[in-house]
């Protein structure tokens, strides 16, 4: 049976259910299948099959120790009526392109699409009294759809801490509306990769996993556990097929996805699709001012000693993107000694340097753009009004980057990904919509934005409003320990 190993180190070896009870590797490597492509997907049957049918024959694939029911367990009661589609993941023709709207989950972001999948295979993979908890930090929706996903989870407790002050309005009452039994959220003082950098301190940290005894184990609901972006690569495939149903292309025809990017979890789902037989002919990925992806694309350099920049994109205010690593793992042969490398002197210098064939290797597959504060409120504003479709500013991230690589005469179709339902960030869509900067409150502006628009708010934003709230804890990053320690001991 094919087994998960470390992108840092080639002798590891585990099977996916381990791979995801862990989280990542204890050489702090990063689980990975060795030559996915072994395992394709016939494209040639994708017509007719459901979102959850093409989740079945995906995750069978990659998480080959689950058995079929399990899977099955697992994908049928994760995308049911929590999800307010019934594709679960619609595409929609805007303009000359198409939206793949991934909004549609409890939270109303991309993220409920791993979230509500992981905690169910979660549970085939804790042994008889085995107690996990997950630890998570976000910089606003990982939390949110984590929170939800996990509350109440048997054996399983989460713990969330996300940046003062980082996130948007909705989220937080999310965050601070879950009420499980086993949910912990904390606010830290830094920014959101200071928060991820302690977390996976915590999880490395062989003195605390001592203290914490056998039974209890820390592991992540980051997209670093492949339960989680493995999840993300369905909707490639579903993307596709509804392409196909709608007679738009025929089977084997490519097409291009522009992805807004942070983690760089969402776009490396798509790199698996395409692994695994989906035509992709360009995989584009979409920064904000924290560019530090699109600077590498220019000279091979990963250099994130910068100014660090809160944008009204803020899912993506990230200079160390995790899942990088897994393409430097796969686009370099599954080079691990190099891997080891070049994380190293990201850990030491805040950079590294590949050569010159690494980056056009990468270059074979994916480009890269990015988007200005400015230029989201544009776009969001401009797609608006010449075509009625309203966008998140993450969207729209995503969509000054379409607009940037579109080829007049290609008739290659262009998929936009859309990672977040409008209303989520509503301070930013109301300026761009609307053409004023209001001090109303956020419900008010969601429904001036709706009246204008004609673009109906999730219900799930619109309860939040006047729901009663729990104040989180607070705390500095050196504080975290102990309060994972603490929690832990309580499940
Ligand atoms: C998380 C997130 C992103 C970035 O996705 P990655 O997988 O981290 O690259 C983009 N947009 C929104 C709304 C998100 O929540």
Redesign the pocket.
Known sequence: MPQYTSTRNHQVALPAKRAIFQGFSKDKGLFVLPEIQKYPLDINQLSGLSYQDIAKQVLTRLLPDFTQDEINQSVDSAYDQTFDSPEIAPLKAVDSFYVLELFHGPTS???DVGLQLLPKLMQYVLDDQEKVMILTATSG??GTAALNGFKDNANTGITVFYPNGGVSFVQETQMRSTFGHNTNLASIEGNFDDAQTKVKQILNDAQLSQELGDKISLSSAN?INIGRLIPQVVYYFNAYKQLIDQGKIKAGDKVNFTV????????LAGYYAKLMGLPVNRLIIACNENNVIADFFENGEYNRNRPFFKTVAP??DIQISSNFERLLYYKSGEDTELIQQLMSDLETTGQFQVDADLLAAIKQDFACGFCTDEEIKEMIHDLYEETGYLM?P?TACGYKVVRDFEEPDSDIPNILLS??SPYKFIDTVYEAVMGEVSEVDAMQKIMAVERQTGFTAPDAIKELFGIQTTEQDSLSINEMRDYVKTKAKEL
């Open positions: 972001a991309f993220k929706d990982t997209s807004p990017t942070g983690n760089f979890g969402d776009v899912s993506m998140d993450h990672t977040a």
